[in-house]
């Protein structure tokens, strides 16, 4: 969902939530080795709010709406601390500006609110399905990973033309959400099943926000930020685009070449275990 990660990430105490208990960790992902040739660009982690499509204003309503109910008042700076949070995070946030209610109930309560917005209008980032469909018709594979829940993601993606993401990682299918890593390293798993020569260096992530930028940078993959509601910093292991409008996938490729005539080293072994050894 959506705000500012204000500081590293000691213990990435955030878990997330899920439906029907918590997902398990997987207990290691395997190495991820290169190819000894030059790696070309495989697939694309697309993070959505904020980045795919400009749900940051439903949510904020959403949040508003509610704490208001409960009495209190929602202010726009109280808002942008949720941008890029996990939707537990989220709520224990709401929760402190006295909303009444279990965590559960408000991440319910604040999706369906932002489903039924987004069944209405999809507000698509500039520039996005536009890159999405080069990429499809260049080949590279595409991978949806969002701290929103399955439902709104859901929503959103069969909004699309073509079924340009082969699955999704959502906040209710892992067990730590952003900023730590494990949702971009399932997702590098999952491509890994029809391709096992697809590693790190062969994926880029696309984020706008500070924990989703933290997570995928901590992963090892290639990250380009694209900020939109809230800045984000300058970070030698993060490239910062404007916007996707105009973008390619022979930019993102360029990226890929790039890193590996720059040789940066990638987290140990590239597992949840290692990855922050």
């Known amino acids: 969902m959506h705000g500012i990660y204000a500081g590293a990430c000691p213990g990435f105490a955030d878990s997330k939530m899920t439906r029907q208990g918590r997902a398990q960790v997987p207990?290691?992902?395997?190495?991820?080795h290169s190819s000894p040739s030059q790696p070309s660009l495989k697939?694309?982690?697309?993070d959505m709010d904020g980045t795919l499509v400009d749900t940051e204003p439903y949510w904020i309503s959403a949040e508003r709406a509610l704490v208001e109910a409960h009495g209190g008042t929602w202010s726009h700076q109280q808002a942008m601390q949720l941008v890029g949070q996990s939707l537990l995070h989220s709520a224990g946030i709401l929760q402190a500006a006295g909303v009444r209610m279990e965590a559960r109930h408000i991440i319910d309560t604040l999706s369906s609110e932002v489903i039924a917005q987004v069944r209405n209008q999809v507000p698509w980032r500039p520039g996005a399905r536009e890159l999405l469909d080069d990429l499809h018709g260049a080949g590279v594979r595409c991978a949806l990973v969002t701290m929103s829940e399955g439902p709104l993601a859901s929503v959103v993606v069969e909004s699309l033309a073509k079924p340009y993401f082969e699955f999704l990682v959502t906040g209710d299918t892992v067990t730590n959400g952003k900023p730590h890593p494990e949702a971009y390293l399932t997702a590098v798993d999952r491509l890994r099943l029809d391709d096992p020569s697809l590693g790190i260096e062969h994926c880029v992530a696309l984020e706008d926000s500070v924990p989703?930028?933290?997570?995928a940078m901590a992963s090892g993959v290639i990250t380009v930020g694209v900020p939109h509601q809230v800045p984000l910093p300058d970070d030698a292991r993060m490239i910062l685009w404007e916007t996707l409008s105009g973008r390619t996938s022979a930019d993102l490729a360029q990226l890929v070449t790039d890193r590996h005539l720059q040789s940066a080293p990638t987290p140990a072994g590239n597992t949840l275990e290692g990855a922050y050894k």
């Open 27 to 32: 207990r290691r992902l395997e190495p991820m």
């Open 43 to 46: 697939a694309v982690l697309w």
């Open 212 to 215: 989703g930028a933290t997570a």
